[in-house]
């Protein structure tokens, strides 16, 4: 009986309870539209990094089949340098710069000999030839005066018919002589055509041996492709080029800030929105504007230290150029990491007052 009064009063303590928990539920209507949470009035917030307008650039060494070996650094941290500034030299320059020697040489060689062929034959060797002729015409004159006296003595047959015939054979063989060395003096006055197009073909490829050996020359050193400072040097004197390259180098006269927003929130935010910059070893903050929207979807760059935080988050990166006050204080902070704000506030209340006021008067809105 007991047991029976202990269940029944049990039982009745849990039935009032219950219906007290009913009465304090409020009713909804089941036509109650539900809560709407309103936009935020701070903007889109993101983690970001500095860098330079030019980004930083990996120098590297140019593609070879071996990685090179540094000889010389020719700069250092924080030196500013301009376009084309050698950075640094390779150690293959020496034996580079020899066979750009020897091309030269090679070139200058080519020049004399097509000069020479222009000339012609030295005055020398066509005075010499021209004496020569002289003295053969003054033999053969001589021998056709012998000639004709043995021809005359001959009708009195006082000179044999031996005789007769060398007399001959020596004025044939002094003509012959006389053709000879007019020929040869013909030929040393000459500038062939073939000639001349051969030199100047062997001047042309030696020429061509300058440019391959100066474009060898230039790749055992490592120039700036841009105005900027040395952030980093990677590869001392002595040590092979690796994967980080020699240095880097970025453009600080004007710094930007890449933002990694949200892929939910990119859609708020538009070109020239105004941001914010907080680091926390500044106490103030930097202030810039939306000069770029990425059109990539990535992973994060810049991790957070909280350790609940989304790491494989998929964000687009938004390139934020800082007022150029804010850009200098930072201007040696490069990849420093940052917390950015960017208002879209005042593009959404400008791009709401747009859309209602393209709405014709008396025209009813569809619901959402």
Same mark, same amino acid.
């Not at 140019?62 to 030299?89: N, Y």
């Given at each position: 009986?007991?047991?029976?009064?202990?269940?029944?009063?049990?039982?009745? *303590?849990?039935?009032?309870?219950?219906?007290?928990?009913?009465?304090?539920?409020?009713?909804?209507?089941?036509?109650? /539209?539900?809560? &709407?949470?309103?936009?935020?009035?701070?903007?889109?917030?993101?983690? @970001?990094?500095?860098? /330079?307008?030019?980004? *930083?650039?990996?120098?590297?060494?140019?593609?070879?089949?071996? /990685?090179?070996?540094?000889?010389?650094? =020719?700069?250092?941290?924080?030196?500013?340098?301009?376009?084309?500034? %050698?950075?640094?030299?390779?150690?293959?320059?020496?034996?580079?710069?020899?066979?750009?020697?020897?091309?030269?040489?090679?070139?200058?060689?080519?020049?004399?000999?097509?000069?020479?062929? +222009?000339?012609?034959?030295?005055? @020398?060797?066509?005075?010499?030839?021209?004496?020569?002729?002289?003295?053969?015409?003054?033999?053969? +004159?001589?021998?056709?005066?012998?000639?004709?006296?043995?021809?005359?003595?001959?009708?009195?047959?006082?000179?044999?018919?031996?005789?007769?015939?060398?007399?001959?054979?020596?004025?044939? %063989?002094?003509?012959?002589?006389?053709?000879?060395?007019?020929?040869?003096?013909?030929?040393?006055?000459?500038?062939?055509?073939?000639?001349?197009?051969?030199?100047?073909?062997?001047?042309?490829?030696?020429?061509?041996?300058?440019?391959?050996?100066?474009?060898?020359?230039?790749?055992? =050193?490592?120039?700036?492709?841009?105005?900027?400072?040395?952030?980093?040097?990677?590869?001392?004197? @002595?040590?092979?080029?690796?994967?980080?390259?020699v240095l880097d180098l970025g453009d600080t006269r004007q710094m930007d800030v890449v933002a990694e927003v949200h892929e939910s929130d990119i859609l708020k935010v538009a070109l020239g929105q105004p941001a914010t910059i907080s680091m926390r070893n500044l106490n103030t903050t930097l202030h810039g504007r939306v000069i770029e929207v990425g059109r990539l979807i990535g992973r994060k760059d810049v991790l957070?230290?909280?350790? &609940?935080?989304?790491?494989?988050?998929?964000? %687009?990166?938004?390139?934020?150029?800082?007022?150029? !006050?804010? @850009?200098?204080?930072?201007?040696?902070?490069?990849?420093?990491?940052?917390?950015?704000?960017?208002?879209?506030? !005042?593009?959404?209340?400008?791009?709401?007052?747009?859309?209602?006021?393209?709405?014709?008067?008396?025209?009813?809105?569809?619901?959402?």
């Open positions: 009986m007991r047991k029976t009064l202990i269940f029944v009063f049990c039982s009745a *303590v849990v039935m009032a309870g219950a219906f007290a928990a009913n009465r304090s539920l409020p009713i909804v209507e089941q036509n109650t /539209p539900a809560p &709407v949470a309103p936009l935020s009035e701070f903007g889109v917030g993101a983690l @970001g990094r500095i860098e /330079p307008q030019s980004e *930083v650039i990996h120098v590297n060494a140019p593609s070879v089949m071996e /990685p090179p070996v540094v000889e010389k650094i =020719m700069v250092r941290v924080c030196d500013q340098v301009h376009a084309g500034q %050698v950075l640094a030299i390779l150690d293959s320059n020496r034996r580079e710069q020899a066979d750009v020697d020897l091309a030269k040489a090679s070139v200058l060689l080519a020049e004399k000999s097509l000069a020479q062929v +222009k000339a012609g034959a030295k005055t @020398g060797d066509l005075r010499a030839q021209e004496e020569l002729i002289a003295r053969t015409r003054e033999r053969l +004159k001589l021998a056709e005066k012998q000639l004709e006296r043995a021809q005359e003595l001959r009708k009195s047959k006082a000179v044999s018919e031996d005789d007769l015939d060398t007399r001959v054979a020596d004025v044939d %063989v002094l003509r012959r002589e006389l053709a000879q060395h007019e020929s040869v003096l013909v030929a040393l006055a000459e500038v062939r055509v073939v000639d001349l197009e051969k030199a100047e073909a062997e001047v042309a490829r030696a020429r061509a041996t300058v440019q391959r050996a100066e474009a060898d020359l230039e790749i055992t =050193m490592i120039r700036s492709p841009i105005d900027g400072e040395i952030l980093k040097i990677h590869t001392r004197v @002595g040590e092979r080029i690796g994967s980080e390259g957070s230290s909280d350790p &609940v935080d989304d790491t494989d988050a998929r964000i %687009v990166e938004v390139r934020i150029r800082l007022d150029d !006050k804010d @850009g200098q204080r930072v201007s040696g902070l490069s990849w420093a990491k940052v917390e950015v704000t960017i208002e879209t506030s !005042k593009s959404h209340s400008s791009s709401t007052d747009m859309s209602d006021a393209s709405t014709p008067a008396g025209a009813q809105e569809l619901p959402q």
